[in-house]
C-alpha cells in the first residue's frame, strides 16, 4: 500500500491530493505531507465526492483522489456525478482486499472498479497489479480517468497520525489550491 502511495505521488507530484481517511491517510501524511494534501480523517466513502468539489473549484488545477477499495464500494453513486462534470481528476482505488484501518474485515467487492467507472462515463479507466504497470499508464490532462491498483495489506502497523487540526488542513490547502 505504501509502495502504490509512493508510486502515485512521484507520477503526480503538483497535484492536489483528497485522501481518504484510515491507513490511506496516514500513509499520505507520512510518506509526503504537503499542502497540496487534503487528509479526510474519519470520512468514509467521501473522497470522490470530495475530490470533485476541489477539482470544480480549482479547476485549473489536476486533482488525484485516493480512495481505498471499502471506501470505494460505499459511494458508487459518485461516479456519474464526477462522469458528468468531467474534471481534471484521477481516481485511484487501492485494493488491497481488507478493512485494514478497523482490523482486517473484508470489505464489499466491486468485482470490477475500472469497468465501473467506464459504465458511469469516466473517459478513461485502467487496472494495475505492479508499479511498472502503474508508471506505464498515461492519463491525459483534462480527462476523468480511474486507476484501480491492486496491492497487499501493509501487514504492519501505520504511521503516526495527521498532527494538523481541521483548520490548519483548510487554510494551507485552500492557499496551495489557490496557487
Known sequence: MQDAI?????????????????FITRDLY?????????????????????????ALAAPRRHVVVLDGDGSFAMNP?????????????????????VHESTGGQRPVRVADPAGL??????AAAHTVTSAAE???VRTEPGVTSLIHISCAPRG?????????TPQQMVERFRAAAAA
Open 77 to 97: 453513486g459518485a461516479l456519474p456525478m464526477i462522469a458528468e462534470h468531467a474534471p481534471d481528476l484521477v481516481h485511484v482505488v487501492l485494493d488491497n482486499g
Open 30 to 54: 507520512n510518506t509526503v505531507d504537503r499542502p497540496e494534501n487534503f487528509y479526510l480523517v474519519g470520512s468514509m466513502g467521501m473522497a470522490a465526492p470530495v475530490g470533485l468539489g476541489v
Open 117 to 122: 467507472a467506464l459504465a458511469a462515463g469516466y
Open 134 to 136: 502503474l508508471a506505464a
Open 156 to 164: 504492519a502497523h501505520a504511521g503516526k497520525r495527521v498532527e494538523w
Open 6 to 22: 509512493r508510486a502515485v505521488t512521484e507520477k503526480y507530484p503538483t497535484s492536489l491530493t483528497v485522501s481518504t481517511c484510515g
